[in-house]
């Protein structure tokens, strides 16, 4: 078993992306090469710094916040495909069933389990029962278009610290690491809020740790940068699902009003939402407007988008001096 072990998800991102490319055993899988190590151990001792910020890793950041918002609401319609055109392969007749938010907080349609999870660890602090289940085998083995990749979450309180432990059947260290750990640790903060706790520690057990081979090279180019910006997911205490609900509806509408909206909402969630209504102006080609909200980011999604947007729409640069 190999254990990865660090500050933030920042510091060992390049590190275990350098390591399953240079020490996973390769396999081909339907004509691709995959490089794998397994099983692993992820283990993150600053759980509050959850927006992963390295230079060369130009994933998008309003998809990030949208999927995160989707999932917590227990979402599983298509609007989250208005930030992820890719996402719709895995939608059938417009819906997701076995999204992970559907799964923590509307179980067969009947079943909070995050509620009951959180109560069941408010009742008897040192339960051994703290267990959000996401695998259904009745479903996911007859159903291959989508599989979720986390298949069980566990919380435990020791030391009066609440600490947490995701299990994933696989996690792609490229395209889905990014995130799955945002939301993960999002979640992490949320219940330990709910149960008045101090997050502890976080680790994130994958059966296997992947890499496929069209970003073996991409590896490579990964810069050990330390930016000066805030990568913390703050929730300014507040485990507030009716909240969530609004801010989902915000993106998934994105009224003219939108940020406006926003205004007496905590910071984190004012830049997550920044971030989506300057990827929907982009795609409008209201470049100004864009970079006028970026510009207005406070936290590290600010320099996340300027990385993505630099790799994927150099354009958006070229029609403004303001970067």
């Given at each position: 078993m190999r254990v990865f072990q660090g500050k933030n998800t920042n510091q060992l991102y390049i590190e275990i992306a350098h390591a399953i490319l240079n020490e996973g055993?390769?396999?081909?899988?339907d004509g691709r090469k995959i490089r794998e190590l397994f099983p692993c151990v992820i283990k993150i001792d600053h759980p509050d710094q959850g927006i992963l910020?390295?230079?060369g890793r130009p994933y998008n950041p309003a998809f990030l916040i949208a999927e995160t918002?989707?999932?917590?609401?227990?979402?599983?319609?298509?609007?989250l495909c208005n930030y992820n055109k890719i996402y719709h392969n895995y939608f059938t007749d417009n819906k997701l069933e076995a999204g992970y938010g559907n799964r923590i907080f509307n179980w067969d349609k009947n079943t909070n389990q995050f509620e009951l999870v959180a109560k069941r660890l408010i009742d008897e602090p040192y339960s051994q029962h703290a267990d959000i289940t996401i695998?259904?085998?009745?479903?996911?083995?007859?159903?291959?278009k989508f599989v979720p990749c986390i298949t069980k979450l566990k919380f435990r309180i020791r030391d009066n610290q609440l600490h947490m432990t995701s299990f994933m059947r696989a996690q792609d260290i490229w395209l889905?690491?990014?995130y799955d750990i945002n939301l993960l640790l999002t979640i992490f903060q949320l219940?330990?809020?709910?149960?008045?706790?101090q997050m502890g520690d976080y680790y994130h057990y994958c059966d296997v740790l992947r890499l496929y081979e069209a970003n073996f090279d991409k590896v490579q180019n990964l810069k050990p940068e330390y930016f000066n910006c805030n990568n913390h997911i703050d929730l300014?205490?507040?485990?507030?699902?009716?909240?969530?609900r609004k801010y989902r509806d915000i993106i998934q509408h994105l009224p003219e009003?939108?940020?406006?909206l926003m205004k007496d909402e905590p910071e984190y969630w004012q830049n997550g939402i920044k971030a989506c209504v300057a990827y929907s102006l982009l795609h409008k080609r209201k470049f100004e407007e864009a970079h006028k909200v970026i510009d207005s980011i406070t936290n590290c999604l600010k320099v996340q988008f300027e990385i993505w947007a630099k790799h994927y729409h150099k354009f958006f640069f070229e029609q403004s001096e303001i970067i």
């Open positions: 055993e390769e396999i081909v899988k910020l390295v230079e918002l989707w999932n917590l609401t227990g979402d599983t319609t298509d609007w695998f259904n085998p009745s479903f996911d083995l007859k159903n291959p889905g690491f990014p219940m330990a809020i709910k149960v008045n706790k300014n205490n507040r485990c507030d699902f009716a909240a969530l009003n939108s940020l406006e």
